[in-house]
């Protein structure tokens, strides 16, 4: 007798309009795709491009599965400007509470589209981004299952998890004062109030009823979907599915999802070209990468700091800034004179002012340590590549990861931070008011010296770093951790 073929569940993807988030959220619906499950990309009509190029980075496998539907966002109608549909394309943080607003009413819009699709393609399954709260009605709607992807890691999420239950950074006097977060035993974790996510921030500036929101949607989710993979989280999973009650799976490195030899139409450039072939001309390993994300930005004069230790050090610097735009006169300036941007073989410091095609640095063989803001995204991303990591959180859940790089995973260098970075300047531009650096040139210049170093630690860091590319790679294959939660994720939806 023949057996019956059960098509396999129709998932919705539904990222949250931020750069960083879409990226390894579309990556998760490719893998789905890959897998078997059709899927239907929900998103706005800016980003329906990024969205398309993450598809077609995935190959035919995935891209014959996905469609790719443009909602119109309604920017305009919430006082932001026209085109502005992502979160790090919002002009100014006044406008933040905006485009929360306008995300809202998209969620009117996607609801809408949602209906008329059930009538031809119901759909089995919602994954939606952290702060598309709606998402849950909407699935219970549908009768669907809804599950959540924040972009943070288990160990993120499971400190978050701590933090909201016992709330011990509401106990301590000063935004500086340590307390534990004892969530992976035997591994003890301080952390002070001010290096915490935002949410538990005394001063934070989401609304109190929007924070509430936020929580209550993570709280009424079926599932969570995390871009890890258990290898690497040392029972964090397991343990978050045990504290929250609800199932996680860790479908992992996404990052890893693409076909070789295709690539990000964002990472085909000039830049990106200039970038790869200056990359070529260098022995393996003796390259430092420095990038801090899809929005990092520090004030001028840590940044001055910063680029001081890049020019004095002895490797040859790959620097990726954002925003130089808004940078003071004299910090253009010195930027002009000690970086260059030619992609000449000679060149010390490459200055990339753009979009760099991040991945494919990593993977390069020059490539021989990151230093990353520890922004999950990068964070996973160096893993899968196999190059370790100094850390320089600047905000977040960033300081979390830091303890997972530097202190569970030991593929990490701790550059000593202690505050948040906050890119915003103080003062105008070339005024006097502009807020001093917290960290010198020396003490980047040491933590930089200790990642590249060729001694015993370094080698040690750098097994440690090939092993876990290893274990990545071997997760998403057939009957790996990351391949069988997919499978588990789908048998879920259906
Ligand atoms: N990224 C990139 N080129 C850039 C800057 C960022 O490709 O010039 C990508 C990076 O590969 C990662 C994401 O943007 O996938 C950044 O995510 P992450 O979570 O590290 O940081 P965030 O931007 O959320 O702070």
Excluded at 356 to 361: D, E, K, M, R
Excluded at 380 to 388: D, F, R, Y
Aim: net charge negative.
């Amino acid at each position: 007798m023949e057996a019956t073929l059960c098509p396999k569940p129709h998932f919705v993807v539904i990222p949250w309009p931020a750069t960083s988030h879409m990226i390894p959220i579309v990556d998760i619906a490719c893998l789905l795709a890959a897998h078997g499950a059709p899927v239907t990309v929900i998103t706005t009509p800016a980003s329906a491009q990024l969205v398309q190029g993450r598809v077609e980075r995935a190959g035919q496998a995935s891209s014959a599965g996905i469609t790719v539907t443009a909602i119109p966002f309604p920017a305009v109608e919430a006082g932001l400007p026209d085109g502005c549909e992502r979160l790090d394309h919002t002009p100014s943080f006044d406008l933040v509470p905006n485009f929360f607003d306008a995300t809202m009413r998209y969620g009117d819009a996607v609801a809408q589209h949602c209906r008329v699709l059930t009538a031809t393609r119901r759909p089995s399954c919602i994954i939606a981004g952290m702060c598309n709260t709606w998402a849950h009605g909407l699935a219970r709607e549908l009768g669907a299952p809804c599950f959540i992807f924040h972009g943070f890691c288990a160990f993120a999420l499971l400190c978050c998890e701590y933090l909201n239950t016992h709330k011990p950074h509401e106990a301590v006097a000063s935004l500086d004062e340590l307390f534990d977060v004892p969530v992976l035993p035997p591994f003890e974790f301080k952390f002070a109030r001010r290096q915490l996510p935002l949410q538990f921030l005394p001063s934070c500036s989401i609304p109190e009823g929007r924070l509430r929101e936020l929580r209550e949607f993570e709280m009424a989710v079926d599932g969570i979907v995390v871009n890890s993979f258990e290898e690497l989280e040392h029972g964090s999973a397991a343990r978050l599915a045990a504290v929250t009650g609800k199932a996680v799976f860790a479908v992992g490195p996404v990052s890893l999802c693409g076909a070789p030899g295709l690539v990000d139409s964002r990472a085909c450039s000039d830049d990106a070209r200039r970038c790869m072939a200056w990359l070529d001309a260098k022995k393996a390993n003796s390259v430092l990468y420095v990038s801090f994300g899809s929005a990092g930005r520090m004030p001028p004069e840590q940044l001055m700091q910063l680029g001081l230790a890049l020019v004095s050090c002895p490797w040859p610097v790959i620097w990726v800034i954002k925003g130089a735009d808004s940078l003071p006169d004299d910090v253009h300036e010195w930027l002009q004179h000690n970086t260059n941007d030619d992609g000449l073989p000679e060149t010390q410091c490459l200055a990339v002012r753009g979009w760099a095609p991040q991945v494919a640095i990593l993977e390069h063989p020059g490539v021989g340590g990151f230093l990353t803001h520890c922004g999950w995204g990068s964070t996973l991303e160096s893993v899968a590549a196999g190059v370790p990591m100094a850390t320089w959180p600047f905000t977040a859940e960033q300081f979390l990861n830091e303890k997972l790089i530097v202190d569970v995973l030991r593929i990490g260098v701790s550059v000593g931070v202690t505050k948040p970075t906050e890119g915003v300047l103080t003062g105008d531009k070339n005024g006097a008011g502009r807020a001093k650096a917290d960290v010198g040139m020396e003490q980047v210049k040491k933590a930089l010296d200790i990642l590249m170093d060729g001694g015993e630690d370094g080698e040690a860091r750098r097994t440690k770093a090939e092993e876990l590319k290893a274990k990545a790679k071997a997760a998403l294959e057939h009957g790996g951790s990351s391949f069988m939660n997919l499978e588990k994720l789908i048998q879920f939806a259906g």
